[in-house]
């Protein structure tokens, strides 16, 4: 593994990691079973599409810039 790859890996940019890798990567740093789950959920997450909230809908928007326009008329 390449620095360059084991450091895109520390910054999250998991995409297309392969299970191989991440057992490879856990047994060179010697992770116990509980670490190798949180390295696996984390991968997860970090792999996993952006959510929107439910409440979120085009055009909602309650920034400063929209409330003080509204109270300048």
Same mark, same amino acid.
Do not use: F, K, W
């Given at each position: ?15 297309? /990691?392969?299970?191989? /890798? ?52």
């Amino acid at each position: 593994m390449s620095v360059e790859y084991y450091t895109r890996l520390e910054r999250g940019n998991v995409g297309g /990691v392969s299970p191989e /890798v991440l057992d490879s990567l856990a047994a060179a740093l010697q992770l116990d079973d509980v670490e190798r789950a949180h390295l696996a959920a984390l991968v997860r997450a970090a792999a996993a599409p952006p959510t929107v909230p439910p409440n979120a809908t085009a055009g909602s928007c309650t920034c400063a810039t929209a409330s003080s326009r509204s109270s300048t008329r």
